[in-house]
């Protein structure tokens, strides 16, 4: 029950219905607010206890100013929590463990039991082995039941064991694109009280539900477990950008056009952990698929979320998607009774503002290794014939065709010609063709990003049908693979004619899930792989997802291009990045003339005409009448039964973790760190994707010898992601990416230190060495540049970090999810002072370190630095990123699940 400081506590009547809400205008300033501030004040409202969240908070809140930097800590209660199979499994796999630690303790099991609704979509599982056939899919989903068989078993085991978890079944869709087609309610009804839907999710994703105007973002998975246990997320005010919209689209423009103009210009401004809300008069210009994909790339903007206010374009998509009409009335009165209503002329108080007139937006892709390097399309190939210098060796031949792209005032190095290494290949039916740095071989249709937005979709179709009626195909060696985020999409395009033309260019259904977005791209044809590592080629993807870091996509494609669904597909016909798709002919047609990209490319009424008869309500809710059942095969699975789970030890997917071990009621007090090793030295942007295990497991890694150990044969080691349940796998693949540059070691590549038990520190795998400083009681530290931890909300690259004996890492900068995650697995994230890096205060990486006043947190305070000294003499104050009292309480206990489990146990 809310304390009610404000006298907030309303009724509002929709229909024949009636709700109890907590009105905004009892808060004095509340009216001048951006939209996301407004749906965070009514959470303070509702959730008002007097002690975690108080009167003043509110006022604090209402009062907010918006030139401050964020100082004011509130605690925001998430309606609900979603995740993606990946991240939920460990989840589950904790949950579980933490029954089992509550009853050793005396406690009872079953008050570990989400208290907020909490929905798990299996959708990063499928794996794209098989592709280009009509089988496709049936082998794909064989292969994936196979692989996944002992997981899917305990998310069904979940699914009977806890209250409030539902799991979406393998098969479905995407996460983010099932979100927002049918799990998202724009308007919360719970217990009477109407209010606006919130969440966090485990998956950073989870922002594509802003453009529904749900507030929520992605948070580590132990953090998910704390909110799906009642747990509030402690954070600070952030600051709000307003982004002005005015105008629209040109004509030959796509929303992934429009994204990655919008995220070039984010990450440019700066918005990491701030608000981004979208405004003016041209959001009404802007179609709800088009929000939901600017929503989706928030974290590559790098901000928290990036918010639509609700508006009849909302109200339009709820209806499409087989929302009941009960709900849309809830929806509309409740916005526009809580000023949550769209006012196209209104100006909010904002931090900082931006602009785009919609108009100026270009065709354009971005790449080679990160979302928010926007390249124009018409720049694009000649931007590859520079970049590519970067992945191949030197010495090589020179493509004298390409010397023509340059203009003469570029460096003579550049203008004597691209780098070429042209291979012949053979194909397994006899055909022969030449493999070239830049040939195109992967071309995915993939990612919720995209594929949950029916105009590209349709784009992409139209642009196969009219290569394949002009003779067109795709080159010989291009993986091309075609992977919805629901079933919606396969529904349209059959009923609009146009899967033949897909299925002809290669672009048959090979899953529903996220697959080439996450690295589940399957391999490429053995005779392309060998061609490439053989004559270490550097070829390229495309695809039209979010993501497109180094080593993520396929480990024998060094360059990766983001791109729109109808660009996937061109490039595929085109087959090279060497080839100007807007002015160079993509192939002959049947009579031997060039055809241009501009001859296949779709009109803007051509699109929307298929959209207008194609796409309809009763698809969605056919396709989600009983979306939790499942297919036969999930319906066929064995279910263990028990409040707590029977751990099998042989499993190799999925076991208990060793977080509660030897765990007491009281926690030990924090101890400062002396006589620390560094067991990585790492440069500016480390990812999560660089530290979390993530694709393939190689057989001479940790991990495959591992696997190898336990029995487990080579074809069956399936991914990192799909074995994140279990502990021991992913230790040993933690900072294993095969593009970690790890300083210590120079010259490698992957998941390589120095090991300093050993007389001269020979080179070691990370795993290796990691458990000999821990046999020895020796600590560890990561020391790192700017950006640490930007990417995916991975909770396994904090949870790995802890479990390799990181007791602190020191870095320039962080980005936010990481550094919250390391606090919530008992890792003290520590910041170089201003101007200084690990470089200007001479660090190799070779030394012996220690950090006093850590031990300031036992009085209860958070220190604002800490001494960090050397033994080569190195000393300096480390600022301390612990950021908030909700933080300390975590450090405090060892991480976030020792102190929930005690709360829970005491409560």
Same mark, same amino acid.
């Given at each position: 029950?809310s304390?009610?400081? /404000?006298?907030?506590?309303?009724?509002?009547?929709?229909?024949?219905?009636?709700?109890?809400?907590f009105?905004?205008d009892?808060?004095?300033?509340?009216?001048?607010?951006?939209?996301?501030?407004?749906?965070l004040?009514?959470?303070?409202?509702?959730t008002e206890?007097g002690?975690?969240?108080?009167?003043?908070?509110?006022?604090?809140?209402?009062?907010?100013?918006?030139s401050?930097?964020?100082?004011?800590?509130?605690?925001?209660?998430?309606?609900?929590?979603?995740? =993606?199979? /990946?991240?939920?499994?460990?989840?589950?796999?904790?949950?579980?463990?933490?029954?089992?630690?509550?009853?050793?303790?005396?406690?009872?099991?079953?008050?570990?039991?989400?208290?907020?609704?909490?929905?798990?979509?299996?959708?990063?599982?499928?794996?794209?082995?098989?592709?280009?056939?009509?089988?496709?899919?049936?082998?794909?989903?064989e292969?994936?039941?196979?692989?996944?068989?002992?997981?899917?078993?305990?998310?069904?085991?979940g699914?009977?064991?806890?209250?409030?978890?539902?799991?979406?079944?393998?098969?479905?869709?995407?996460?983010?694109?099932?979100?927002?087609?049918?799990?998202a309610?724009?308007?919360m009804?719970?217990?009477?009280?109407?209010?606006?839907?919130?969440?966090v999710?485990?998956?950073?994703?989870?922002?594509?539900?802003?453009?529904l105007?749900v507030?929520?973002?992605?948070?580590g998975?132990?953090?998910a477990?704390?909110?799906?246990?009642?747990?509030?997320?402690?954070?600070?005010?952030p600051?709000?950008?307003?982004?002005?919209?005015?105008?629209?689209?040109?004509?030959?423009?796509?929303?992934?056009?429009?994204?990655?103009?919008?995220?070039?210009?984010?990450?440019?401004h700066?918005?990491?952990?701030?608000?981004?809300?979208?405004?003016?008069?041209?959001?009404?210009?802007?179609?709800?698929?088009?929000?939901?994909?600017?929503?989706?790339?928030?974290?590559?903007?790098?901000?928290?979320?990036?918010?639509?206010?609700?508006?009849?374009?909302?109200? @339009?998509?709820?209806?499409?998607?087989?929302?009941?009409?009960?709900?849309?009335?809830?929806?509309?009165?409740y916005?526009?009774?809580?000023?949550?209503?769209?006012?196209p002329?209104?100006?909010?108080?904002? @931090?900082e503002?931006?602009?785009?007139?919609?108009?100026?937006?270009v065709? @354009?892709?971005?790449?080679?290794?990160?979302?928010?390097?926007?390249?124009?399309?018409?720049?694009?190939?000649?931007?590859?014939?520079?970049?590519?210098r970067?992945?191949v060796?030197?010495g090589?031949?020179?493509?004298?065709?390409?010397?023509?792209?340059?203009? %003469?005032?570029?460096?003579?190095?550049?203008s004597?010609?691209?780098?070429?290494?042209?291979?012949?290949?053979?194909?397994p039916?006899?055909?022969?063709?030449?493999?070239?740095?830049?040939?195109?071989?992967?071309? %995915?249709?993939?990612?919720?990003?995209?594929?949950?937005?029916?105009?590209?979709?349709?784009?992409?179709?139209?642009? %196969?049908?009219?290569?394949?009626?002009?003779?067109l195909?795709?080159?010989?060696w291009v993986?091309?693979?075609?992977?919805?985020?629901?079933?919606?999409?396969?529904?349209?395009?059959?009923?609009?004619g146009?899967?033949?033309?897909?299925?002809?260019?290669?672009?048959?259904?090979?899953?529903?899930?996220?697959?080439?977005?996450?690295?589940?791209?399957g391999?490429?044809?053995?005779?392309?792989?060998?061609?490439?590592?053989?004559?270490?080629l550097?070829?390229?993807?495309?695809?039209?997802g979010?993501?497109n870091?180094?080593?993520?996509?396929?480990?024998?494609?060094?360059?990766?291009?983001?791109?729109?669904?109808?660009?996937?597909?061109?490039?595929?016909?085109a087959?090279?990045?060497?080839?100007?798709?807007?002015?160079?002919?993509?192939?002959?047609?049947?009579d031997?003339?060039?055809?241009?990209?501009?001859?296949?490319?779709?009109?803007?009424?051509?699109?929307e005409?298929?959209?207008a008869?194609?796409?309809?309500?009763e698809?969605?809710?056919?396709?989600?009448?009983?979306?939790?059942?499942?297919?036969?095969?999930?319906?066929?699975?064995p279910?263990?039964?028990?409040?707590?789970?029977?751990?099998?030890?042989?499993?190799?997917?999925?076991?208990?973790?060793?977080? /509660?071990?030897?765990?007491?009621?009281d926690?030990?007090p924090?101890?400062?760190?002396?006589?620390?090793?560094?067991?990585?030295?790492?440069?500016?942007?480390?990812?999560?994707?660089?530290?979390?295990?993530?694709?393939?497991?190689?057989?001479?890694?940790?991990?495959?010898?591992?696997l190898?150990?336990h029995?487990?044969?080579?074809?069956?080691?399936?991914?990192?992601?799909?074995?994140r349940?279990?502990?021991?796998?992913?230790?040993r693949?933690?900072?294993?990416?095969?593009?970690?540059?790890?300083?210590?070691?120079?010259?490698?590549?992957?998941?390589?230190?120095?090991?300093?038990t050993?007389?001269?520190?020979?080179?070691?795998?990370?795993?290796?060495?990691?458990?000999?400083? =821990?046999?020895?009681?020796?600590?560890l530290?990561?020391?790192?540049?700017?950006?640490?931890?930007?990417?995916?909300?991975?909770?396994?690259?904090?949870?790995?970090t802890?479990?390799?004996?990181?007791?602190?890492?020191?870095?320039e900068?962080?980005?936010?999810?990481?550094?919250?995650n390391?606090?919530?697995?008992?890792?003290?994230?520590?910041?170089?002072?201003?101007?200084?890096?690990?470089?200007?205060?001479?660090?190799?990486?070779?030394?012996?370190?220690?950090?006093?006043?850590?031990?300031?947190?036992?009085?209860?305070?958070?220190?604002?630095?800490?001494?960090?000294?050397?033994?080569?003499?190195?000393?300096?104050?480390?600022?301390?990123?612990?950021?908030?009292?909700?933080?300390?309480?975590?450090?405090?206990?060892?991480?976030?699940m020792q102190?929930?489990?005690?709360?829970?146990?005491?409560?």
């Amino acid at each position: 029950m809310s304390a009610n400081s /404000f006298d907030a506590r309303s009724t509002l009547q929709v229909g024949d219905e009636s709700y109890e809400i907590f009105r905004l205008d009892k808060v004095e300033g509340s009216a001048r607010l951006p939209y996301s501030l407004k749906v965070l004040l009514e959470n303070l409202l509702r959730t008002e206890d007097g002690a975690n969240i108080t009167a003043d908070h509110i006022r604090a809140l209402g009062g907010w100013d918006a030139s401050a930097q964020p100082s004011q800590e509130i605690q925001f209660t998430p309606a609900r929590v979603i995740m =993606q199979d /990946f991240t939920g499994v460990p989840c589950v796999v904790d949950l579980a463990t933490m029954r089992e630690a509550v009853k050793e303790l005396g406690g009872d099991p079953a008050k570990i039991n989400p208290l907020a609704p909490a929905e798990l979509v299996i959708d990063h599982s499928v794996i794209a082995d098989k592709f280009g056939t009509p089988e496709s899919f049936a082998q794909n989903v064989e292969l994936e039941y196979g692989r996944n068989r002992e997981r899917y078993q305990f998310l069904r085991w979940g699914q009977t064991a806890f209250d409030e978890f539902k799991v979406v079944p393998p098969g479905t869709g995407i996460v983010h694109q099932v979100n927002i087609e049918h799990l998202a309610r724009t308007v919360m009804v719970r217990g009477g009280q109407a209010y606006p839907d919130t969440l966090v999710g485990t998956d950073s994703h989870t922002t594509m539900v802003n453009g529904l105007g749900v507030l929520g973002w992605g948070v580590g998975g132990i953090e998910a477990e704390a909110a799906m246990l009642g747990q509030p997320v402690s954070m600070l005010i952030p600051r709000v950008v307003g982004f002005k919209l005015t105008g629209e689209l040109p004509t030959g423009t796509t929303a992934t056009d429009l994204v990655l103009t919008i995220t070039e210009m984010l990450r440019k401004h700066g918005v990491v952990g701030k608000f981004v809300e979208f405004y003016g008069e041209g959001v009404s210009a802007v179609p709800l698929a088009n929000r939901a994909t600017i929503g989706n790339m928030s974290p590559e903007f790098g901000s928290t979320a990036a918010m639509f206010p609700i508006d009849g374009e909302t109200i @339009s998509y709820l209806r499409l998607t087989g929302r009941s009409e009960q709900q849309l009335a809830l929806v509309e009165a409740y916005a526009k009774e809580q000023g949550l209503w769209l006012d196209p002329a209104a100006e909010p108080d904002f @931090s900082e503002k931006l602009e785009l007139d919609l108009s100026t937006v270009v065709p @354009s892709i971005a790449g080679p290794k990160r979302p928010q390097d926007r390249i124009v399309l018409a720049d694009a190939k000649n931007q590859f014939l520079q970049d590519v210098r970067n992945y191949v060796k030197d010495g090589g031949d020179v493509d004298e065709a390409s010397k023509e792209s340059f203009p %003469a005032s570029d460096a003579p190095a550049i203008s004597n010609g691209a780098p070429a290494q042209k291979v012949k290949v053979t194909a397994p039916d006899g055909t022969e063709y030449e493999l070239d740095h830049g040939a195109v071989t992967v071309a %995915a249709i993939t990612s919720c990003t995209n594929t949950s937005n029916p105009y590209v979709m349709v784009a992409a179709a139209l642009v %196969a049908k009219k290569a394949v009626e002009k003779g067109l195909t795709r080159k010989p060696w291009v993986k091309t693979t075609l992977a919805p985020g629901s079933k919606v999409v396969m529904d349209y395009y059959d009923r609009a004619g146009l899967t033949p033309y897909l299925d002809k260019m290669g672009f048959n259904l090979v899953g529903y899930g996220c697959t080439t977005c996450i690295g589940n791209s399957g391999p490429l044809p053995e005779e392309v792989s060998k061609a490439v590592n053989e004559h270490d080629l550097a070829v390229v993807s495309v695809l039209s997802g979010n993501r497109n870091f180094e080593g993520r996509i396929n480990p024998d494609v060094k360059m990766n291009y983001l791109a729109s669904p109808p660009l996937v597909v061109a490039y595929a016909i085109a087959g090279s990045m060497k080839t100007d798709i807007t002015t160079e002919a993509l192939g002959t047609d049947s009579d031997g003339h060039p055809v241009f990209l501009k001859d296949i490319w779709p009109s803007e009424q051509e699109v929307e005409e298929v959209v207008a008869s194609a796409i309809g309500q009763e698809m969605f809710g056919s396709s989600y009448a009983d979306v939790f059942a499942g297919d036969a095969q999930w319906q066929a699975l064995p279910v263990p039964t028990g409040d707590t789970f029977e751990w099998d030890p042989q499993s190799t997917y999925v076991r208990k973790p060793p977080y /509660f071990e030897g765990m007491g009621m009281d926690p030990e007090p924090v101890q400062d760190i002396s006589g620390a090793r560094v067991l990585a030295k790492l440069g500016d942007s480390v990812t999560t994707d660089h530290i979390s295990p993530a694709g393939a497991i190689k057989a001479d890694t940790p991990a495959g010898k591992y696997l190898t150990e336990h029995g487990v044969e080579r074809r069956d080691f399936n991914s990192y992601g799909s074995r994140r349940g279990n502990h021991e796998v992913m230790i040993r693949g933690t900072f294993a990416n095969i593009r970690l540059r790890n300083q210590i070691a120079p010259g490698t590549e992957g998941g390589y230190t120095r090991d300093f038990t050993v007389d001269g520190g020979p080179v070691s795998f990370i795993y290796d060495a990691s458990q000999n400083y =821990q046999a020895a009681g020796i600590p560890l530290v990561v020391l790192a540049g700017k950006e640490y931890g930007s990417g995916s909300s991975r909770d396994w690259a904090a949870k790995g970090t802890a479990l390799l004996g990181v007791k602190a890492v020191i870095a320039e900068s962080y980005e936010r999810i990481h550094r919250s995650n390391l606090i919530g697995m008992g890792v003290l994230p520590l910041q170089f002072p201003e101007g200084q890096s690990a470089e200007s205060l001479g660090l190799t990486g070779e030394e012996t370190f220690s950090v006093s006043g850590i031990t300031a947190l036992n009085e209860g305070g958070i220190p604002g630095t800490v001494k960090v000294t050397t033994d080569t003499g190195v000393e300096f104050d480390a600022t301390v990123r612990i950021d908030t009292p909700g933080e300390a309480d975590y450090y405090r206990n060892g991480g976030i699940m020792q102190y929930v489990l005690r709360s829970l146990i005491r409560g």
